[in-house]
């Protein structure tokens, strides 16, 4: 089955850390870009950061720049995400997704999507 | 960055109802604009791409259109399980951005 399963959110006090992980399957992992796109509570979608299918490229959203670092082990059909020096902003359910069509950046939008985690950043 | 600006935010409507959705683009994008339905709780869902192209087993209800800056989602005939969020997404360029989301409520 083509799935994406989030796991490692929870609830961390401002400036601490937390990783996320996406595990795949179902699909040629390493062929797809992939994104972490999050959902503050009652708001709408915001993308994070994405990762070639090779892990060679990376981006980021402002917000986030200097503070979160995208990663991925195509031997693990895993992604990642290390957040670090988190603030109450960045509450929100993080999605991770696939790149739809193998495309070259930076023409990335999502045909799959996993069920979320929720990081809560609150002392 | 290039913004995006949906209208309306919020739209009553009701079974059977023809309902579009407008998305505008800050800059032109060309015809890289993506469409997306999330429903409470759940993952967004791709329904469109390419601004006109229509995801594999999406119903044949669902159409957009547009180009450069100004696109639209259509909705021909309302139905009970499109009442939902939906989102319009670029991929244009770096930073991939969304709309702020439309509403379908029921009337």
């Known amino acids: 089955e083509v799935q994406l399963l989030e796991s490692g959110g929870g609830l961390v006090q401002p400036g601490g850390s937390l990783r996320l992980s996406c595990a795949a399957s179902?699909?040629?992992?390493?062929?797809?870009?992939m994104s972490w796109v999050r959902q503050a509570p009652g708001k709408g979608l915001e993308w994070v950061s994405a990762?070639?299918?090779?892990?060679?490229?990376?981006y980021y959203a402002d917000s986030v720049k200097g503070r979160f670092t995208i990663s991925r082990d195509n031997s693990k059909n895993t992604l990642y995400l290390q957040m670090n020096s988190l603030r109450a902003e960045d509450t929100a359910v993080y999605y991770c997704?696939?790149?739809?069509?193998?495309?070259?950046?930076?023409?990335?939008?999502?045909?799959?999507w996993g069920r979320g985690t929720l990081v809560t950043v609150s002392s | 960055d290039i913004q995006m600006t949906q209208s309306p935010s919020t739209l009553s409507a009701s079974v059977g109802d023809r309902v579009t959705i407008t998305c505008r683009a800050s800059?032109?994008?060309?015809?890289?604009l993506a469409w997306y339905q999330q429903k409470p709780g759940k993952a967004p869902k791709l329904l469109i791409y390419?601004?006109?192209s229509l995801e594999s087993g999406v119903p044949s209800r669902f159409s957009g259109s547009g180009s450069g800056t100004e696109f639209t989602l259509t909705i021909s005939s309302l139905q009970p399980d499109d009442f939902a969020t939906y989102y319009c997404?670029?991929?244009?360029?770096?930073?991939?951005?969304f709309g702020q989301g439309t509403k379908v409520e029921i009337k």
């Open positions: 997704a696939k790149e739809a069509t193998s495309s070259p950046y930076p023409y990335w939008y999502f045909d799959l």
């Open positions: 179902g699909f040629t992992f390493s062929s797809y870009a």
């Open positions: 990762i070639s299918g090779s892990g060679g490229s990376t």
């Open positions: 800059q032109s994008i060309s015809s890289w």
């Open positions: 390419k601004a006109s």
């Open positions: 997404q670029q991929y244009n360029s770096y930073l991939w951005t």
